[in-house]
């Protein structure tokens, strides 16, 4: 059974950086980009970023370029999101999910998805 | 960036109604290259829909996706109580992948 679990979510104040983290199993991690998506309260979705099986091809939403930053780590089997210089806007529940098809690049549709971890900025 | 649109924003049906949402891309979205997901209160996404037109698995054949290019409809033929959520589309054809703002079909 696939399993995304995520992690690092909380109460966090303007300007201040926070690691997300997503650990996954039930599949062959390293065969499958994996990606952030977000969703603010009450509002829709978001792509936050992707990353490719072997982290040679990154991508992210345009918005949010300079600040998030997306990796893995396949030994561990774990996807991690980077947030620095947090605003606002960024609170969200932030979803990972796992892309549908193996290899190649990061794009792609998703067939499994997390729980998700709220992120809440605020003073 | 392609920006997907969405309509209507709020279907108002009851249970048996067929509902056709709509899905409209700035500019073509790869061919096929889009999905459908549904999301209910408090629960993650669920795909639907891949390549336009292909049901995941385990999605009920009431669920129809179809179009190409700039213009996609999913039908879900007769509705039931389970099917009142929020839609989504997401393209990724190209980069920055992207999702409509989301249809919600509400019982009526």
């Known amino acids: 059974e696939v399993q995304l679990v995520e992690s690092g979510g909380g109460l966090v104040q303007p300007g201040r950086s926070l690691r997300l983290s997503c650990a996954a199993s039930?599949?062959?991690?390293?065969?499958?980009?994996m990606h952030w998506v977000r969703q603010p309260p009450g509002k829709g979705l978001e792509w936050v970023a992707g990353?490719?099986?072997?982290?040679?091809?990154?991508g992210s939403a345009d918005s949010l370029k300079g600040r998030f930053t997306i990796s893995r780590d396949n030994a561990k089997t774990s996807l991690y999101l980077q947030i620095n210089s947090l605003r606002d806007e960024d609170t969200a529940l932030y979803y990972c999910?796992?892309?549908?098809?193996?290899?190649?690049?990061?794009?792609?549709?998703?067939?499994?998805w997390g729980q998700g971890t709220l992120v809440t900025v605020s003073s | 960036e392609i920006v997907l649109t969405q309509s209507p924003g709020t279907l108002s049906l009851s249970p048996g109604e067929r509902a056709s949402l709509s899905c409209r891309a700035s500019?073509?979205?790869?061919?096929?290259?889009l999905a459908w997901y549904q999301q209910k209160p408090g629960q993650a996404p669920r795909l639907l829909i891949y390549?336009?037109?292909n049901r995941a698995t385990g999605i009920p054949d009431r669920f129809t996706g179809s179009g190409s290019g700039t213009d996609f409809t999913l039908t879900i033929s007769r509705l039931e109580p389970e099917d009142f959520a929020v839609y989504y589309c997401?393209?990724?054809?190209?980069?920055?992948?992207?999702f409509g703002q989301g249809t919600r079909v509400e019982i009526k």
């Open positions: 990353i490719s099986w072997d982290s040679s091809s990154i």
């Open positions: 500019q073509s979205a790869s061919g096929s290259d």
């Open positions: 390549g336009a037109s």
């Open positions: 999910a796992k892309a549908y098809y193996g290899s190649g690049s990061y794009y792609s549709l998703f067939d499994y």
């Open positions: 039930g599949f062959t991690f390293d065969d499958y980009a």
């Open positions: 997401q393209q990724y054809g190209s980069s920055p992948l992207t």
